[in-house]
């Protein structure tokens, strides 16, 4: 097999280039009067190259037909300055080979298609420049979640999947079975001897490991069977959780407002030609927004002084505003983008609304809790500081109508070395969604599980 | 909360340090006559700090006996040059704050415990100089996997967990459902609307990113439902799988082996302490056989060639050698600790034998697979070369009895622009047990789960 210049790597190239080989799939063919330009891309980035066909390569005639939206080519050529405009380089071929052929069937011909019929051709739409850009920033913001990590000495820990324990009590839960759910069967025949599900956070394992590392993360799949059908609600979806031992809420929300920091000047930084291009055709303003959010300290409020904030705003809301209760998306809009004009971190919040794990405060009233939340998105992060006194959270499972026994591993972390720690989960797509501007989950991840679908 | 120095920077200090403040867990405690050692490990590294807490310190005789073996521990005082044995650095308190108790309930005090006995203490075990460092080793070779294919460009890919295909038509599967297993219900009702399964394999789906931005990979949790508890089987594990437009099986089997050889050199690297006690207290010689490895070329060798050395040997098997068979455990093994004393790659199996996907060789009997075996542990990798000829793919699910509607959107990939792709899948847990000379997976995984075990 030849080796191939990526296309990425020949548009950069500082000089011109005796002889090239790219290979990629046709954008488009026009047709000039003594040859044809072929917009060739191989997803390595976002431009393709324009490949020069000359109308006196040998049988040009006969092949020329076939170079159509979706073939795949092999083209051997001279890299030379273009003429044109809108690219820097072009190939001009010397030899041109068809791999795969394409037809009018192929459903990517050059035009706009909804999100809709993008999503049926879930399989095909990365050849696409909208979701090319998407995966390739969902990768680069990847991989920058590692960097991040690893840079601050975190160890990566695999939470399980597949768990037998319904962290927070919460949630509506995917069971796990090998029985056969049309029939039904005896539960204890089932794999694991007893109901299991899966996960739908890494946070209780996170933390028996940070107790015993210090500083770990998480970065894996996590599911919801919620049944609804909105824009941001995915059944499948990745998590960031870090946990950090010997670290209080402060160091939390620290780390919070670092990493998302981190992840825009990375994004920018990595993935300019994709943000260009989302900042043009998807969001407009977009590059403008996160600059300024990485330019100022994100504002940290009280959970009380936001509710004091939305209740003097004199803005009517859907939901009812009132000490107590949780802040709608409504309301973390209008804390961010009216008020604030930023992201802002809002920490105390009232225990009832909490999950038991939570640190309870000296007020009686609130646990140190806290959210990050950022225009346009709402809650991007959600954490706490965890209850580390025995007998404190052993109250707290109590009024939470939860078993003691089933939580004597995670009690032990409080028995035994019982440390202060605090960690955080960070939606992987929500962040992706507010880095890209694309508004709806479902086209941020390859292949979305959303009620009713599980196709591919 | 006082800014630490983590044990690991202690110890790596190049001169004193006038105040340094550690935090972490007490493994053991020494009493001399007017001074007490206390070894202190925060899981920054395999080597605990050796604190020395002066007999004149404010109220002595009455904290010193909390200061039990599991306990947590604030510790200032001045980092100075160690008089004793085994260590640079020492730290002489000055001041000890008792952060969470220990009791002589903690199960994990200083003697050895059985593999058994630490899987209960899956909550507990990390903080063990073993489990610790299987931990720490696990996360960078993560973080190793990411950077080998983020420096080559590689895009990584989330592929989805739940899915309603079976790719290779061939494992047991999870079931995943909201109807409840023990009574049953109406399979249409259903979360997704038809059944549905966790993943065994990422691949299909990688293929469709790779046929649009050429280089891509998958790093995410695979799940078997197997009922077989063997000591290399888990029902949840990580899988990589590398997928590659634009490859033949050579580049495959190339990319394979620079993979291998980049984890096991960035492992010797990164994670020389945890590797010098694998080699010393887990498998002697491990060290010596992993640099063996690393300075000559994997040979490669065609399945038939591999029959015959196998038939030639003399040696007598348990599993009968036979062409057209699948190589067995103790086969591989022969072949890579006896015959060729060193990881070899396999390639051209019998079409029989292998799933539906893989290349066609043109001498009709074999196709273009390979699998790259290692001492001891024998299959680590296991790729091809993907049948990209619509008609022989077509063919391919009728004579394995696989629906072609099923697979039309994989089949498009042949249709529309169809280009020479390869790729390969490692489990994740194999190339750790190889690396650290761990012999059971279930301790290599933070919580293992296998037939009758979910805990935690």
Redesign the interface.
Known sequence: ?IN?T?I?DALKATEPMESVTV????RTRRDAKDFSFVDLN???CLSGLQVILPGDLPDYDRWIGEITT???LQVQGHLVASQGKGQRWELQASAVQL?????A??PLQKKRHSPEFMREM???R??SNLF?SV??V??RL??AV?RFF?ER?F???????????DCEGAG?L??????????????TK?????P?Y?TVSGQL?AE??A??????YTF??T?R?E?SNTSRHA??F?MIEPEM????L??DMDLAEAFVKYLIQDTLDQSAEEMAFFDAFVDKGLLERLRWILERPFERVAYTQAVDILLQSGQRFEYPVQHGLNLQSEHERFLTESHFKGPITVYDYPKAIKPFYMRANDDGQTVAAMDVLVPGIGEIVGGSQRE?RLEVLESQLRAHDLSLEDYS??L?????????HSGFGMGFERMLMFLTGVTNIRDV???A?T??????
Request: positive net charge; glycine residues 12%; contains cysteine.
């Open positions: 097999m191939r990526r990425r290979m990629g799939w046709v191989d997803g390595s979706g073939a795949s791999m795969g052929r394409s037809d069937s192929y879930a399989h095909l990365p050849r090319g995966f390739r969902r990768s990847a991989q590692h690893s000495d160890f990566y820990i695999h939470t399980p999947i597949i768990t037998a324990s509506e995917f069971r796990v079975t090998t029985l056969d759910p049309s029939r039904g069967g005896d539960p089932d794999f694991f001897g007893k299991s899966l394992a028996t490991f107790c015993a590392l210090s500083n770990v894996g799949p599911f069977a049944n059944s499948e990745w031992a010997f670290c209080d402060g160091g580390e591993w995670y032990d972390l409080r028995r035994y070395g019982s440390v202060p991840i390859p292949f599980r009620p009713g679908h599980a196709s591919f």
